[in-house]
């Protein structure tokens, strides 16, 4: 039997996350997980590039692990751990900075958006954080990697750095390739429909969070930012009705053109409720299972040691491998 490929992702415990995550992310995760042998991460050592709450970090993490677990993600089936676990990854993370110029980082839009998102904390690790993702996929000898559209330009560096490696220092990693969904790669702002949707929004209308109860959940979608004219139709000088309709898709697997016919002729209220119901069949039940799931710590806990532990055993046969190429002495053990 043919084995199977490597699918790998990670998601930063930074925050309750959205439907933008869930649908650029998670779903597509759930959908792709058997078909692979599945990697999914927290990547927690990513949210350090930014000021965190420590208790906060902790109990975000756990929220994480539970919200995977309650989106379908089966951790008998896939691997699920947290990225700071394996040390493996902050070790290549060293090496691949060695192949890596300061001027491929400094141009990252990420980079850019977070330094003037956080003029007082420009540090070297929200700098080198593209590396340290490329480490993550790199290190499993990935060949598909499921994100959002924000996250190409991430991928695009972990695939020049594997391709750098290998030519100075022969075949070592495999080159992976990005799997961003067709529709909903990037679910845009409820209050203003020309920025991505995200978890750190200050206004909390502005996004659903996977956390939202029904009510929430409509009177959000009650709020958001429609654009002039009545008509219900996705179009480029239409972004606010768009990024609805195409919300309104994603949840619930309809084709746009069978959308657009459906609230032909209605008005935005009617459409408006009709999307946020459609948000909340789904994001209830996941966020009660979350709930459930994240009372019990000890599971949570077990769930996250038996991932490390198999993911390190893949980790550290690509490490190793690697610093026999770059020269360095192997370790004598016993
Ligand atoms: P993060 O935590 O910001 O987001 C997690 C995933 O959600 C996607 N996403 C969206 N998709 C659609 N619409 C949106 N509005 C939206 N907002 C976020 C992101 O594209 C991402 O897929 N650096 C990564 C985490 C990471 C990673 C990796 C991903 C670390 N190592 C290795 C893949 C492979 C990040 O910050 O994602």
Redesign the pocket.
């Given at each position: 039997m043919e084995e199977k490929k490597v699918l790998?992702?990670?998601?930063?415990p930074?925050g309750i996350?959205?439907i933008?995550?869930y649908?650029?992310?998670?779903k597509n995760f759930r959908r792709l997980q058997s078909d692979y042998r599945s990697i999914f991460?927290l990547?927690d050592l990513?949210t350090l590039t930014v000021r965190q709450d420590p208790a906060v970090l902790k109990k975000n993490t756990y929220e994480l692990a539970a919200l995977y677990l309650a989106c379908g993600i089966n951790p008998e089936e896939s691997v699920l751990f947290a990225?700071s676990h394996v040390s493996a990854h902050a070790e290549l993370t060293w090496i691949l900075n060695t192949v890596c110029y300061p001027g491929e980082l400094s141009r990252m839009t990420?980079f850019k958006d977070k330094s003037a998102k956080h003029e007082d904390n420009i540090n070297m690790g929200l700098m080198d954080?593209?590396v340290?993702?490329a480490a993550?996929?790199l290190l499993y000898q990935?060949e598909l990697?499921?994100?959002?559209?924000?996250?190409k330009q991430?991928?695009e560096l972990?695939r020049d750095l594997a391709e750098r490696f290998n030519n100075r220092f022969g075949e070592t990693f495999k080159i992976p390739e990005g799997y961003i969904g067709k529709s909903?790669?990037?679910?845009?702002s409820l209050a203003e429909p020309e920025r991505?949707?995200?978890?750190s929004d200050a206004n909390l209308n502005a996004f659903i969070s996977m956390n939202d109860d029904t009510d929430t959940i409509m009177r959000k979608f009650k709020r958001a930012v429609t654009d002039s004219g009545d008509k219900i139709i996705a179009s480029a000088d239409k972004p606010g009705i768009t990024n609805l309709l195409t919300i309104y898709c994603a949840f619930t697997d309809k084709p746009l053109s069978e959308a657009e016919k459906e609230f032909d002729g209605k008005g935005y209220g009617e459409f408006k409720t009709a999307v946020g119901e459609a948000v909340a069949a789904v994001v209830d039940p996941i966020r009660c299972e979350k709930n459930r799931i994240l009372a019990d710590k000890e599971y949570i806990d077990g769930v996250l040691k038996d991932g490390a532990e198999r993911a390190e055993r893949l980790a550290y046969k690509t490490l190793a491998k690697v610093y026999k190429k770059v020269g360095l002495l192997p370790r004598r053990r016993g």
């Open positions: 790998f992702s990670a998601i930063q930074s996350l959205t933008g995550n649908l650029g992310a998670l991460s990547a990513h990225q990420q954080y593209p340290l993702m993550d996929i990935t990697v499921p994100i959002g559209a924000d996250q991430h991928l972990a909903a790669a990037r679910v845009m991505k949707m995200s978890k």
